[in-house]
């Protein structure tokens, strides 16, 4: 059984962002260089949700629920709009240049 191309691209994707959340959690240069490259793979979920969530949410539930709550909602918002909004968008786009 072959799985289709843009589910292995979903895969991988999926697999990176948690890789990058996870070593933003290490400490040292590497949760610097896993921050980093976790926004810019999340973009612009993740830039909204650390820049202009993040302080908000802190102030009602503690650090320890909002870090790793916080990058899984990021993962899942930032997965729905790079793989089914966008491509969505994309498609009525190409349709109405018809």
Known sequence: MKIPLRHR????????????????????????????GFLLWTAPVGIIAVFYVYEYVLKVLPQSVVDPVGMALVILLAYIFWFFAIPRVLSAVRQSKR
């Open 9 to 36: 691209l979903g895969i991988a994707w999926t697999l990176i962002a948690v890789l990058l959340a996870c070593g933003s959690f290490a400490g040292g240069d590497t949760s610097i260089l896993c921050g980093f």
